[in-house]
């Protein structure tokens, strides 16, 4: 084992190879030394795990460590957050990024980042301004409120909200209501984190406005309405309107807040996608400050969006907890971008990737679909079964609870291998591509797929088969 370990080359010999002078041409020289190493340790672990085993098949060169050197830096090198391929059909996939930003938006970040900006600076008056006006026009125009800022995402504008107006005040809100968001976050914690005291109303199913009325006191901050915008109780149920809410608070001179979740600038059912309220719709109830999400069906950045009336949001803004949740300039950039699309519907539709996933036509889908079958079609690999196939496709993200929109999909199986064997290779690929299991086939939903996508994934088929 001995005469086997010397023949390994060291460090310095390996150094002086061409093949990574030209490495450290291009790659931090920490992490070619790291790679080299960890060849090395690889290749002794071999041979000491080969002790008494006889003469063990290990190729010592120093073209092998070489060879298991490059592979090392490859990896070492590449990226932890990268780009994939979702063809799992779910729209604003939580675990995949929620929302593609448009190109629009991905234009603005980069002209606004590539220079200095008027973040903080009022080129009119040469002073220095507020950021949040970049898109408190944008936003008033789009939903009628009086006044709008934005944070750095919604379970922070619920909290920034709760605490400048009801910090150790009572926030009256149906128990029917005390929603969990993604990460096992719920709004119960959230309130206590502000430093509002929850006092819960009604039952799980039903709350009537007697509920609300009877529990106002003069310790009372706000009355909260959260919207369930990632479940629906159905059956044998009640809830107080908005409306009803609003005209509550405003008889007793208690703000009305109401958390809308996620967002739309849209009448989506009248593209026959879910029922949720539009933002706009929301302000028309009359509630005092509305909370929203901006990268689920808004289709932007991550932010949390806090609009209504004025008196409210300059209380908000000025806390000081606002400066810690408050968004950078590519957010901020990306959000104005978006918003401003909103101001042609049709235009918003194709341009935000979101938008047009959750609408597209079923047509437009299955054209999708036969473009891919026929490209593995065209593998002309016998063990491929394809079959295309009628589905449901799932809004995500804590939107449209109960969305599930009519798709076509590509399902495959293969003699050789189960499905799990190639999700798993596929999920493992680069680029990684992220699909679903049903019925011991892998699924393809175009829904969520671009035509360039579709190229890949052949591609990444073809790899996986001829391997």
Known sequence: ????????????????????????????????????????????????????????DIDLSAAAVLNGAEAILNELSEPSLRPLINATGVVVHTNLGRSILSEAA???????????????????????????????????????????TAVNNNAAAVL?????????????????????????????????????????????????????????????????????????IVGFTKEVSPAELAALGKKHKVPVMWDLGSGSFLDLASYGVGDEPTVKQ???????????????????????????????????????LARALRIDKMTLAALEATLNQY?????????????????QPLSEIGRKADLLAAGIKALGDSKITIAIQDDLSQTGGGALPTGKLPTKVVAISHKSLSANQIESKLRLGRPAIITRIKEGMVLFDPRTLNDGEISKIVEALRNITNS
């Open 1 to 56: 084992m001995q005469e086997l370990l010397r023949q390994l080359p060291s460090v310095d010999e390996v150094l002086k190879d061409d093949r990574v002078k030209a490495w450290l041409g291009t790659h931090p020289r920490i992490l070619v030394l790291d790679a080299i190493r960890l060849a090395l340790d690889r290749k002794r672990k071999a041979v000491i795990d080969r002790s008494g085993k006889g003469s063990p």
């Open 106 to 148: 991905i234009e603005r970040i980069i002209e606004v980042n590539r220079s200095y900006s008027n973040l903080e600076y009022d080129i009119q008056a040469g002073e220095r301004g507020k950021r949040y006006t970049h898109i408190e026009g944008i936003l008033n125009r789009l939903t009628g409120a009086e006044a709008a």
């Open 160 to 232: 920034l909200c709760l605490n400048t107006l009801a910090r150790g005040k009572e926030v009256i809100v149906s128990r029917g209501e005390l929603v969990e968001i993604g990460g096992s976050f719920r709004v119960p914690e959230v309130m206590e984190r502000s430093g509002a005291v929850l006092r819960e109303v009604g039952a799980t199913n039903k709350t009537h406005l007697k509920d609300y009325q009877k529990a106002i006191n003069e310790n009372t901050g706000l009355l909260l309405k959260v919207h369930t915008s990632n479940y629906k």
């Open 282 to 320: 929301a302000m028309d109830a009359g509630v005092d400050i509305l909370t929203f999400s901006g990268d689920k069906l808004l289709g932007g950045p991550q932010a949390g969006m806090i609009i209504g009336k004025k008196q409210y949001l300059d209380a908000i803004r000025s806390n000081p």
């Open 343 to 359: 101001l042609d519907e049709e235009k918003a539709i194709r341009a935000i990737p979101t938008l047009w996933m959750l609408t």
